[in-house]
């Protein structure tokens, strides 16, 4: 089944402890990204990677890092969280850049207190 | 910066009834895109509409991209529960490395 996986679905942490949230896809996607969706706010750009090795800054980058060394992985990698990073994750794929359409994974609830 | 108001932003209705949501912008899109979210899951795609004008159906949903390519609505005629749900529009940013989202309408459908 052609899917994006992220673990975990659940995290509650505390502020400055290092985390990440992995992202998988078995469709052989070049495009990955990575939102936030917070309430008022809608979907936000955090970083997206065009191919493997090649990733850039979205919307709302600060805070949060990422690498593409796979293909088939974009992990979401928060250095030191801090509340306002609260929030639901989504991470996406999509073939040959973003001109078609997006699959999302399930998501990941973040609380950070 | 590219924008993607929806309006309205929370839609409560009776099963039967129609609704249009609709998505408006200042800039010209290449094209628009309308996601559906459950709650716990991610937006999945509902349609793509590419050429000014352009009209597609999905059952009882009726999409609708406007001539100059800056707004589009979403059309849903004998709503049911099942119709429930965050609708998204969503359009390329000029680069072509984002999806830029509206902020959404929840649609809620009571029986």
């Known amino acids: 089944e052609a899917q994006v996986t992220q673990n975990p679905r659940y995290l509650i942490t505390v502020t400055g402890k290092k985390l990440t949230v992995t992202c998988s896809q078995n469709m052989n996607h070049e495009y990955m990204s990575w939102y936030r969706q917070d309430p008022g706010l809608g979907l936000r750009q955090i970083y997206y990677s065009m191919n493997v090795e090649v990733t850039d800054k979205g919307d709302v980058p600060e805070g949060y890092k990422v690498s593409r060394k796979e293909k088939r992985n974009f992990p979401l990698i928060l250095e030191s969280p801090s509340p306002n990073q609260t929030s639901l994750y989504f991470c996406?794929?999509?073939?040959?850049?973003?001109?078609?359409?997006?699959?999302f994974g399930q998501g990941t609830r973040l609380t950070v207190v | 910066t590219q924008l993607l108001e929806q309006s309205p932003q929370f839609l409560s209705i009776q099963e039967g009834e129609n609704l249009t949501v609709y998505c408006n912008s200042s800039s010209v899109f290449s094209s628009l895109q309308w996601y559906r979210q459950e709650p716990g899951e991610g937006p999945v795609l509902l349609v793509t509409?590419?050429?000014?004008?352009e009209v597609k159906k999905l059952k009882r949903l009726t999409f609708q991209f406007g001539d100059a390519r800056k707004d589009s609505s979403l059309h849903i005629t004998a709503a049911q529960p099942g119709d429930t749900g965050l609708y998204l529009c969503a359009g390329f940013n000029q680069a072509g490395t984002a999806l830029i989202f509206g902020k959404g309408t929840t649609l809620s459908v009571s029986s």
């Open positions: 996406a794929s999509s073939p040959m850049g973003v001109t078609t359409e997006a699959f």
């Open positions: 509409v590419v050429t000014g004008g």
